[in-house]
């Protein structure tokens, strides 16, 4: 039987990440996925010879000493990763669609703070301690300090406050709090739901710089693959764990894959949905009370996503307006953002609009990528439906979404009216069949306020939980997860004397 010291199970951000720093510490590691190809939600797919993104379009945290810079640093792979940062005035912008107005969120947390100022005279008391308090918050909070992190986080006030008491104490002003709630679509949940402390901590690096990467997530996945070739790192495709068996004193004996192959190994960690992870574990091991913890857990939004290109476009001219710098243009049809993001909710919803550009074989395409936000509940109907072979209803559904969002995209670029392309469309059963998620959701499972997501030793003494749905959401999130635990398998010291020889070597 072939033994390892670590087998990482999904080979996402959360998982390359913890493979090649188990790796970098002289681990042996099974990289196991059971889709086709590793990368998760990063691995862009082509059509019609046009790179489209899945689950990764923009990031905070690529500032100097920031920490995917430093994370990237630590991976070896931050030379591989080329950030392309969205500064222009109306780079990133918000519509409320109810009376038309427009703002924009400039490029650095003090340029932004001003502008909000300038937005809102009246609100400048409000405003300067809602940023204060975002700022206090990640400074205050040891899990963004490479060096620092551990397993045994302790919790802050602010996480035991939701946002939207927050923003209810500081200011009435329903557009201010609209506006200062609009990164809840990067993690999925009500400002009623996420801690003010979570929201803080996914947002402070959203209002530092926000930036796409060229390549998308597809240059993650390259330069994860190139490093992986240095260490003792097996990557089987295909691939997943159908049992946990020989169970002895709290500690799984061996991993029996699909293939039947039995694998040892010292340790095994999901970095998969919570709910999948339940679905390997041995329940005859596992206590009622923690059974129902994890089924208990919800689910956070997720997108209906159209997927389009701009016919004709003249990208290469520096003079045109569609020059190469990315943008972001989020349409909010209530400032009310809990109405929203209600699954209930019957007015138009939330949709984000991306353009960039994209080269593939010496040619140049302008993008659109519109991300609806959508609920299970939505295509609850078709949920024992799979790919190929949905029915005329779901049809019908996907129909009425995609003429709605080409509908409120000319409505904001009347310019591209006649040159337009749609190219595809994914909903919430697309993204849960290729991502071999229970739901489609964008980001695991809900950051709520004082709820603890299952994270680090799981009851079984060698297994644990990593990922999206751990600390926090988003590519950063995830990939934080895995130096947290990174640190709990490898240990206080040598963890330590790896990061400062990384980020100061
Ligand atoms: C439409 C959409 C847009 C998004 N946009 C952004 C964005 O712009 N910026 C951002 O930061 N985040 C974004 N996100 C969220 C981001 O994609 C995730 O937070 C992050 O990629 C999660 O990484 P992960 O490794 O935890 O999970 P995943 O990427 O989901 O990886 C899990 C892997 O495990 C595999 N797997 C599942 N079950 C098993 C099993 N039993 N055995 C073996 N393998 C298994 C899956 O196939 C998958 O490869 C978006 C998500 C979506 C869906």
Redesign the pocket.
Known sequence: MKKYDDIV????????TLALLLGMNGHSVLL????RN?????ARFYKQGVPF???????GGFYKNGILSDMLTVLGIDDQIQPVFITKEDGNRVIFEEDNSVYDFPFGYDETTAKMKEYFPGEKNAIEQYFKMVLDVCKKTVALDLRNLSLSQDWIDEDYISLDEVLNKLTGNKKLKGLLSKYSM?YGAKPSEISFANHSRVSLGLYESVARVKDG?DAFIRAFKKRFAGFDIDIRTN???TECADVGNNIVGKFVLNTGEEIAANRCIF???PK?IL??LPKNHLTKAFISRVNAFESTA??F?LFGVVENSVPNDKNADNTSEPTILSLFSSSDINRMMDPAYTGDPALVILKNQETMNGKTHTVLTA?ELAFPEHVRDWEDSRPGVRSDGYRNYKNSRIENIMKRIIGVYPEFNETFRFIDA?SMLT?RDY???PD?????IKQKVGQFNLFGKLPLRNIYA????SVL??????ML?SFIIGRAIVGKEPYIGFITERLNG
């Open positions: 199970v999904g080979s996402g951000i959360s998982g390359m196991l996925e059971k889709n590793i990368g998760g939600s990063m993104d899945t689950g990764f379009h923009f990031t990067c997530g691939s997943c764990i970095t998969i949905h999948a679905d390997v997720g997108f996503s991300l994914a993204f991502l071999y998620s489609g959701s964008a980001y695991g990593a990922g999206q749905s959401p988003g590519i950063v999130g995830a997860s």
